[in-house]
């Protein structure tokens, strides 16, 4: 197998969260993996661009997380969804740690 060059292990996910522009309403989306330095997830029916700044909540175990980030990349599935990768750029600091933590025990299987 070739070397891992992502900078944090994935986490699988495959859980119901919500995304929207900072100051918009809430839409949702399905998480596919997270890390501590963001989230990939599938969104139906919306508009997102690269560079674009939205908010996600989602839970990690007993925590429900609000984060904040980036669209670093948007890629079209099919004519309704798109696949999202979001570069954290505001999360609580405990949930960074619940992450770190998850994703060392991840990358360790």
Request: charge should be negative; aromatic fraction near 6%.
């Amino acid at each position: 197998m070739g070397n891992e060059r992502r900078k944090y292990p994935r986490i699988a996910t495959d859980q119901v969260i919500s995304f929207a522009m900072v100051e918009a309403s809430d839409q949702l989306g399905v998480s596919k993996n997270l890390s501590a330095g963001g989230i990939r997830f599938e969104a139906v029916g919306c508009e997102l661009e690269l560079g674009d700044r939205i908010r996600v909540t989602f839970n990690l175990g007993e925590h429900t997380v609000v984060a904040v980030g980036t669209v670093n990349w948007a890629t079209e599935l099919d004519a309704l969804t798109l696949e999202v990768g979001l570069e954290f750029n505001e999360i609580d600091p405990e949930a960074l740690r619940i992450l770190e933590e998850t994703s060392e025990v991840a990358a360790s299987v």
